[in-house]
């Protein structure tokens, strides 16, 4: 079976650092994704993984270890605009299998 | 165009009524996902078009859920006498070959069945 978890809801202060954590247990993996996703709109491309270590794209930063099944993503000076969902997704075969999406509510 | 375009962006439908949501992917892209994504979910695979080639419809919920890409661009949803539980956004994407290619959405067509 699929299984991709990750936390529900999560909370931070503007001007912090956050991390969002993502576990999978796939039957196949060719890559994992990062989307966000803002009420209303479509899911947009943060980033992408294949191997495993950290990949830096200017205040959001994504992690995996393929051995853990392991994937974070970390958003640095946090805006009151990156409250939204987060969702992460594992690529198995051509298609994307989502997690349920972290909602981030960033306060004053 | 550039971007996934989908229509209608909104649709109310009388249950047991058929309706049809079309999805316009990014010119040149092979590759076109659908998904359904119901209120504080993930989004949920229906069905992938490499072309015209539907490869894969394990997603689709009943036989009254049907897509098409006849000439392997637009493609159309169509979902057969409704029910409430086909209430949800049904979103598009698409995408260069490759697993490495980033998969873009659409803004997606909200579905209401009353």
């Known amino acids: 079976g699929q299984n991709i978890d990750q936390p529900t809801e999560m909370t931070a202060t503007e001007g912090a650092i956050v991390q969002i954590n993502c576990t999978y247990q796939?039957?196949?993996?060719?890559?994992l994704f990062w989307y966000q996703q803002h009420a209303g709109e479509a899911p947009t491309f943060l980033s992408y993984?294949?191997?495993?270590g950290l990949e830096e794209k200017g205040r959001f930063s994504s992690f995996l270890s393929r051995s853990k099944g392991y994937s974070y993503l970390l958003l640095k000076e946090l805006q009151m605009k990156d409250s939204a969902s987060y969702l992460c997704?594992?690529?198995?075969?051509?298609?994307?299998?989502f997690g349920t999406g972290t909602r981030l509510q960033v306060f004053p | 165009g550039a971007g996934v375009s989908q229509s209608p962006r909104y649709k109310v439908a009388k249950r047991g009524q058929d309706v049809a949501l079309r999805c316009d992917p990014i010119s040149g892209h092979v590759s076109l996902f659908w998904y359904q994504q119901a209120l504080g979910q993930g989004p949920e695979f229906l069905t992938y078009?490499?072309?015209?080639?539907?490869?894969?419809k394990s997603g689709l919920p009943s036989d009254r859920f049907f897509a098409e890409r006849p000439e392997g661009s637009v493609s159309t949803l169509k979902i057969q006498r409704t029910q409430q539980e086909d209430s949800a956004v049904y979103l598009c994407?698409?995408?260069?070959?490759?697993?490495?290619?980033?998969?873009?959405f659409g803004e997606g067509s909200w579905l209401t069945v009353v």
């Open positions: 993984n294949v191997l495993d």
């Open positions: 997704a594992v690529r198995h075969t051509d298609k994307l299998i």
């Open positions: 078009f490499q072309n015209e080639a539907q490869l894969d």
């Open positions: 994407a698409s995408s260069r070959l490759g697993f490495g290619n980033t998969i873009y």
């Open positions: 796939t039957s196949g993996f060719n890559g």
